[in-house]
């Protein structure tokens, strides 16, 4: 149940929060709505961090929707990544779209334009699903998040048994949910790598058994971290077999010999006497110990059988902790060599504080499920001690000491600002997993004050529990007193010999023996109810430990997503190096460059006109003109005109003034609305040599 409240909060929460890249463009080259004279022999694209790319990751259109890209992807050091054009293209606007993977594993993809020429109409259909979406990216974040899970109970249970609670070896719900824990990292591990080709490619649910794309995902980053994991897996399972079988049976033994010891006790007592006159007969008969062969006396033997019981107990522990601890380091650096911690800012160190960070949400909040299960379903022979809870107490404390310098770290290296904690998703995701924390901490508190009282009132603990034991034995017999007296009353009624064998316990009628069974099942659930019940400190520990599972599910949802957003550091980032490079938004200003042939002697050059702010309203126009050399160029006129086709506007002419060399001016220049205007420039070199060039643009 609890892994399964685990799966639904995770993916209610995975619903909400989008998936977002952790690569972002921060420039291309041309720039995205730039208009370039002529078409480029390459496109290439920068991104905020390295991206795995393959053929066809990048891919060109003209504005009829043929691609002429060569197909080839070329590495151009840095984070630049470029993909060549045929040669021979016509004028109008191109589509890029590319479709990457980042260098922490999640896919990237988007879609740009350009113009050549002038911008044109396009029939390129812009993909309008981001990569790793759909069905299958939602198949992909839930079994990301089941396995988060998993990683979690299985070595967060384990660590219970051994570190705090080791009889819970031999408790069969303990055994349960470290097992289900293993099972649920298994199945989503394969999942993963199932569906990891059409997560990062096609996005298409019936690619998922593609051999091929399962050959590509295994030579990847990725492919090999859940490769890893699988063959840890394997290593896990064989842990678990002695945990749950040479180890726990080692345990049963410990306390049936303790059992036979205390229910031996009266004997024992009996026969003093007698043992000391046969120890006194034998010494006058045989002389003193001392003069006993080495290891002949009984005691001797049973001391030594106890120190080796002792010693092989002490290595198994040590042993399961050694080589539990390698598994479970090595399953969560199957997370931090292929992600976050991977790439950006000090890797180096963030990959093995990362692994501490896993490693210690484990051990908490494992330890936490695997508390509550045996406080709610074990047994009552076998109920925890509270001794195994204050050792889970200072456990829990450790671990949230290590949380909180890894967590800070780890903060600090994905955000980066203030700005970016509280104006991109990570930040605010972010600040409620620290509000959980804060929560999960102070209900954690109340349990270790449940626990302080559970040791300083041990007295009234017991007699509670020999009140409840009681009580389920009056219960017993009143059952079976049910079924003599319903044995009885037959008899009355003359059945004879067959009614007393209903009286005896239904034997030969199968539905009163299985109303008998029935009763007597009710009757031990009760008493093993008011067993876990008759403490009423381990009734508010109960509670306050249910309370913290409750929150732990949520914050185990918040930290699976964050791992699915983009960090704001990386968000920042990209804004900064993509104002960088735009042109001024604060301004608005445009700038055309266009060249301009009027056939005739000094006929050719270059016209940049700047309009600033580009906005509805008055606008200041420049106008400068270049010669071949580019230099400034004298030429006796120049005129604009302002088209807008869409509402039947225009032409709107405007005659600027000249001012100095190659460069013509004019105010209050009025742009009627909002639009993709078609601007013309007439440059006449001569009285007979005269050329209109023209552009379109995005004003206001």
Not at 10 to 28: E, M, R, Y
Not at 321 to 347: C, D, F, K, P, R
């Amino acid at each position: 149940m609890l892994l399964l409240l685990v799966a639904t909060v995770a993916a209610v929460l995975a619903g909400a929060v989008p998936v977002s890249a952790h690569a972002a463009l921060t420039g291309s080259d041309p720039q995205q709505g730039s208009v370039v004279q002529e078409a480029p022999s390459q496109i290439s694209l920068t991104f905020s961090e390295k991206v795995a790319t393959s053929d066809g990751s990048v891919r060109v259109y003209d504005p009829k929707g043929k691609q002429v890209d060569t197909g080839d992807v070329a590495d151009l050091g840095g984070n630049s990544y470029g993909v060549k054009l045929r040669p021979g293209q016509p004028d109008g606007t191109f589509t890029v779209t590319y479709q990457v993977v980042s260098a922490d594993s999640h896919p990237v993809s988007g879609a740009f334009t350009f113009s050549v020429g002038a911008p044109s109409k396009t029939t390129v259909p812009v993909p309008g699903q981001e990569a790793g979406g759909g069905v299958v990216g939602g198949l992909y974040g839930f079994a990301r998040y089941l396995s988060y899970a998993g990683f979690i109970l299985l070595v967060g249970g384990a660590a219970f048994v051994l570190a705090c609670w080791q009889r819970g070896a031999g408790v069969r719900p303990v055994q349960r949910i470290v097992v289900s824990g293993w099972l649920t990292l298994a199945v989503a591990t394969l999942a993963l790598l199932l569906l990891r080709g059409s997560y990062t490619g096609s996005g298409k649910l019936g690619d998922v058994f593609d051999l091929d794309l399962l050959s590509d995902v295994l030579q990847t980053k990725t492919g090999a971290a859940l490769i890893s994991r699988l063959l840890l897996l394997a290593a896990a399972a064989l842990f678990i077999a002695v945990l749950f079988g040479a180890y726990a049976r080692r345990d049963e033994e410990d306390d049936a010999e303790g059992v036979e010891e205390s229910e031996g006790g009266e004997a024992g007592e009996e026969g003093v006497e007698e043992d000391v006159v046969r120890e006194a007969d034998g010494t006058e008969a045989g002389g003193t110990e001392t003069d006993r062969p080495e290891g002949a006396g009984p005691e001797d033997d049973d001391e030594h059988s106890d120190a080796d019981d002792g010693s092989y107990q002490r290595d198994l522990t040590f042993g399961l902790a050694i080589g539990g601890g390698v598994v479970a380091a090595g399953l969560a650096a199957s997370w931090a060599m292929a992600e976050h911690a991977s790439t950006g800012l000090q890797a180096g160190l963030a990959m093995p504080l990362d692994i501490l960070h896993l490693l210690a949400v484990a051990a908490w909040l494992g330890g936490l499920a695997t508390l509550l299960v045996a406080l709610f379903r074990a047994p009552s022979d076998a109920q925890i001690e509270t001794a195994a809870v204050r050792r889970f107490s200072r456990v829990a404390f450790g671990s949230v000491l290590v949380l909180t310098a890894t967590g800070i770290y780890q903060s600090w290296r994905q955000v980066g600002t203030w700005s970016a904690l509280t104006g991109t998703s990570y930040g605010q995701l972010l600040l409620v997993k620290i509000g959980l924390v804060a929560v999960l901490v102070g209900i954690a508190w109340i349990s270790r004050r449940w626990t302080t009282q559970l040791a300083e009132a041990p007295a009234a603990t017991e007699q509670d529990r020999e009140t409840a034991t009681g009580d389920g034995a009056d219960d017993g017999a009143s059952a079976d007193a049910v079924g003599d007296g319903a044995g009885a009353g037959v008899a009355d009624d003359g059945a004879g010999a067959s009614a007393g064998a209903v009286g005896d316990g239904g034997r030969d009628d199968p539905e009163r023996a299985a109303q008998l069974a029935r009763q007597r099942v009710a009757v031990a659930t009760a008493r093993e109810k008011r067993l876990r019940d008759a403490d009423p400190g381990r009734r508010g520990l109960r509670r306050s430990v249910l309370a913290e599972a409750g929150v732990a599910v949520v914050l185990l949802a918040v930290t699976t997503a964050l791992t699915s957003t983009e960090p704001g550091r990386t968000v920042e980032e990209a804004k900064a190096a993509n104002a960088a490079v735009a042109p001024d938004t604060q301004s608005g200003a445009l700038a055309l460059d266009m060249s301009f042939d009027t056939g005739g002697k000094n006929g050719k050059g270059v016209v940049r006109l700047e309009i600033d702010p580009a906005r509805v309203g008055a606008n200041e126009m420049h106008i400068y003109v270049q010669g071949p050399d580019g230099k400034a160029h004298d030429i006796p006129e120049v005129k604009v005109a302002f088209t807008l086709e869409a509402k039947d506007i225009g032409p709107l002419p405007v005659v600027p003034d000249h001012i100095a060399t190659g460069h013509w001016t004019a105010d209050g220049v009025q742009i009627p609305m909002a639009g993709d205007w078609n601007i013309e420039v007439t440059v006449r070199t001569s009285d007979i040599d005269q050329v209109t060039v023209s552009k379109n643009a995005k004003i206001g």
